[in-house]
């Protein structure tokens, strides 16, 4: 999966490093979820599923624990899920197309920190069950 990090993002730590401005890691409110599309992949404007879509659909939290940071390299510098992330079986009868997973603050609303593109896109139909296997969501910064 390709990832960009958001405008909002970047400009948060450029302005926490270089001009001292408190920025507050979003901790364990870190969480994932699906788009169905993405107009704007540095201002991270998309289309999140929605509950008429997948009356179940929720973004998943990841916890700070979850992820795995190895130690800085001279290479690129990534974090991957240590574990399964697992959205619910989809309920709604609508069928829908993920083709982006994204990385945002807050359960609803908040701040788009990531968004990337799957390898390739994943129809959903009620029933299916959206997962990404362990160590294959992986956010890169070069």
Do not use: C
């Not at 939290?61 to 899920?81: C, F, L």
Request: no cysteine; aromatic share 8%.
């Amino acid at each position: 999966m390709a990832n960009n990090a958001t405008t909002y993002l970047e400009s948060k730590l450029l302005n926490h490093i270089f001009k001292n401005t408190a920025f507050t890691s979003p901790g364990n409110s870190i969480y994932v979820g699906l788009a169905t599309a993405v107009s704007d992949l540095e201002a991270g404007t998309l289309t999140e599923v929605t509950s008429s879509q997948d009356s179940n659909y929720a973004r998943q939290q990841v916890q700070a624990s979850a992820w795995t940071v190895p130690s800085a390299s001279t290479d690129t510098q990534t974090a991957k899920n240590s574990a399964n992330i697992e959205f619910s079986a989809s309920s709604g009868g609508a069928t829908y197309t993920v083709t982006h997973v994204f990385i945002a603050d807050a359960s609803s609303g908040g701040n788009i920190l990531f968004v990337g593109i799957l390898d390739a896109s994943k129809q959903i139909a009620s029933g299916d069950i959206f997962r990404i296997n362990s160590n294959n969501l992986v956010i890169q910064l070069n």
